[in-house]
């Protein structure tokens, strides 16, 4: 196991070294500079340039930010006077993080639960219901679900509130819209999984022992379809840290999300990379995290990797 | 000797309803079984012969399966065809002990091999004996010993996959005896496996057999193993039981002519070499819409044409053996029936 995990962790320093040499030449090639158009004198501009190091060639530029991004230094930021990205990324990210976990709790739990009674009673209004639930949630766009739930709880029932992160009556709304979708795929895949494993021949024999209904459902059946669940997890993490960048900007949350979109925007070189290296660790990280619980849950994933 | 008689299946009749209209798998299935003995029930694949044993059990899901009318199994004397599925808890592993025939797909992979076989014995029930943890781990860990299986600390919290297919069948043999059952349903519990696994797995079967009295049900297409196990055998075809006999009625007194044809199909080392290995020619009867006559009528070269019109009633051969045939009736042509066994048993 620690094996597994070493190298786990080797492979994702390399992806994250490949990560930043793309996004590093991508940014570099967009059209424009980060500061054109600006009313400045060519002075001025040269030394903001020699300041962020524009002179020095792009190799050169490349080393530099390699170097100081070793050191745990993201840079500074072009646009916000004095602003250096770490502190932008740590004044933000808080909310981001809250808002992603309260989302990835609620969709998950209750993609499980809604997937398990819909599997239970297969056929039935209670199964229709979940599939419909399902079906909303996959085809309903974020942004839409967003709207539509601060419509009605925040305007037409007036219970909860449309903006703002202050408390956890502000949370629910936000968290419910990037969740939404994750709660549908998790519990679509449940219901599938559930029913697949009740065919399993180990089921006929808990039944032959005497088990009941309930004792098969809790210790066999669950425990068996919960592991596809727990592979997607990883692919979750990413699509609800992406949802979040919608959802902030509607429930005007003060998250990355904001941050990010005006970075491409302004052309901030050092924030968008520094961002982007910093969503794309905190993404492998969880993805290693999944591939660690999932020989937790699958004991046959643990021999294998052990060997 | 007066032998106490602990299953009593009369009538027996199974059905699914499926889109395709009602298969009925088991037809009108007669049988007894009492304490202590081995009973083989033999047949190719399709004949029933997993229904009529699922169903002594209740296993087989209902709907769409169900029970014909006049279906009646008593095991002790109390009726199982009308036993809810509470009811039905307190029997399943304690009375009556289930091997399934793939021992790979039957273990639960997620959970440790000492839970799996003690889950038996857990619950609260009326007519369980209600054991602490500390109880339960020693009794699952006699029963580990007792089938063979060594390093019973270490195997008690392994995983199914860490086994060996013998050993994981060990294991499913362990879950069925651990209860302490006067009735063992052994579905063809070796076929997934190789051959040498196969005979110590029969084997431990047999000695488990003689420790502790325990009546067996062996399912099998495999006469050979028959022979080694069994005393009374059932040939069943076409969800009908045709003939039924002690081992040596069956093998050197065969009366149907489908036992006959499986006779014949055995591959063996001991007898003529020129002699082609024969065939059954066909293919079993659709039981959508079983036939009028009798089952084997359309696969059977004797076949006469009352065979086709009525099915034929049971005839007694001798003590305990029975086939149902219309070549008993005394009007039929006498036909000599021709096994090389058969021959082998009158030098």
Request: charged share 20%; proline share 4%.
């Amino acid at each position: 196991m620690a094996k597994y995990i070493l190298k786990r962790v080797l492979i994702s320093i390399v992806t994250l070294w490949v990560l930043v040499t793309v996004v590093f030449i991508l940014v570099r090639c967009m059209p424009g500079e980060p500061f054109q158009g600006e009313k400045m004198t060519p002075e001025i501009k040269a030394n903001l340039e020699a300041y962020y190091g524009f002179d020095k060639s792009l190799p050169e530029q490349y080393i530099m930010y390699v170097r100081n991004l070793l050191s745990g230094d993201f840079g500074y930021s072009m646009k916000y006077l004095n602003q250096s990205v770490n502190k932008i990324i740590a004044q933000s990210f808080p909310y981001s993080f809250d808002l992603g976990i309260r989302a990835i709790v609620f969709s998950v739990s209750f993609g499980i639960i809604f997937g398990i009674i819909a599997a239970l009673n297969r056929g039935k209004k209670l199964d229709y219901l979940c599939v419909v639930i399902a079906i909303l949630g996959t085809s309903i766009p974020d942004f839409i679900m967003g709207a539509i739930l601060q419509y009605l709880f925040g305007i037409k029932w007036g219970l909860l509130p449309v903006a703002q992160y202050l408390g956890f009556r502000y949370t629910i709304l936000p968290a419910v819209g990037v969740g939404f979708y994750t709660l549908a795929m998790v519990s679509r895949l449940m219901r599938a999984s559930m029913l697949e494993v009740v065919q399993q021949d180990y089921i006929k024999t808990a039944k032959a022992k005497g088990l009941s209904k309930a004792e098969i459902v809790c210790s066999h059946q669950i425990r068996n379809a919960i592991t596809p669940v727990v592979t997607v997890l990883g692919p979750v993490v990413a699509s609800i840290l992406c949802g979040t960048f919608v959802i902030e900007s509607i429930f005007a949350i003060p998250g990355m999300g904001k941050y990010y979109v005006e970075s491409v925007q302004n052309l901030d070189y050092s924030l968008v990379l520094g961002m982007t290296v910093f969503y794309g660790s905190f993404l492998i990280l969880s993805n290693l995290v999944v591939d660690i619980l999932y020989g937790v849950i699958d004991p046959r994933i643990r021999l294998q990797e052990s060997r | 000797m007066k032998r106490e008689k602990i299953l009593e299946v009369k009538d027996l009749e199974f059905s699914f309803r499926t889109y395709g209209g009602v298969v009925k798998s088991v037809r009108n299935v007669s049988f007894d079984i009492y304490a202590g003995e081995t009973v083989g029930i033999v047949g190719e694949s399709g004949c029933g012969k997993s229904v009529t044993a699922q169903s002594i059990l209740k296993l087989n899901p209902e709907p769409p399966g169900f029970f014909g009318e006049k279906s009646s199994i008593k095991f002790k004397g109390s009726e199982i065809v009308t036993k809810t599925e509470k009811e039905m808890r307190v029997i399943r592993g304690k009375d009556i002990g289930f091997i399934f025939q793939d021992p790979m797909t039957s273990l639960n992979p997620t959970m440790r091999i000492g839970r799996q076989i003690g889950e038996v014995l857990k619950g609260r029930m009326e007519g369980r004996e209600n054991l602490s943890r500390a109880q339960i781990k020693e009794r699952v860990l006699e029963i580990l010993k007792m089938v063979g299986i060594t390093d019973v600390e270490k195997r008690y919290k392994q995983y199914p996959y860490e086994l060996s297919g013998g050993m994981k069948q060990r294991v499913m043999i362990a879950i069925a005896l651990v209860g302490n059952p006067s009735l063992i349903i052994a579905d063809e519990p070796t076929t997934s496996l190789d051959v040498t696994i196969e005979a110590q797995i029969l084997e431990l079967l047999k000695d488990l057999q003689e420790r502790f009295h325990t009546a067996i049900i062996f399912i099998t297409h495999d006469l050979g193993v028959i022979a080694k196990l069994c005393d009374r055998v059932m040939v069943m075809y076409g969800g009908k039981i045709v003939e039924k006999g002690s081992v040596e009625d069956i093998y050197y007194q065969t009366r149907h002519p489908y036992t006959v044809g499986l006779m014949n199909s055995i591959a063996r080392l001991d007898l003529d070499k020129s002699v082609d290995l024969k065939p059954i020619e066909g293919t079993p009867p659709d039981l959508f819409s079983p036939p009028v006559g009798c089952p084997f009528a359309m696969r059977c070269e004797h076949a006469m044409k009352i065979c086709y019109r009525k099915l034929p009633d049971y005839f007694d051969i001798s003590d305990g053996h029975q086939c149902m045939c219309w070549l008993q009736d005394e009007r039929a042509p006498r036909i000599k029936l021709h096994t090389q066994l058969m021959d082998k048993g009158e030098e």
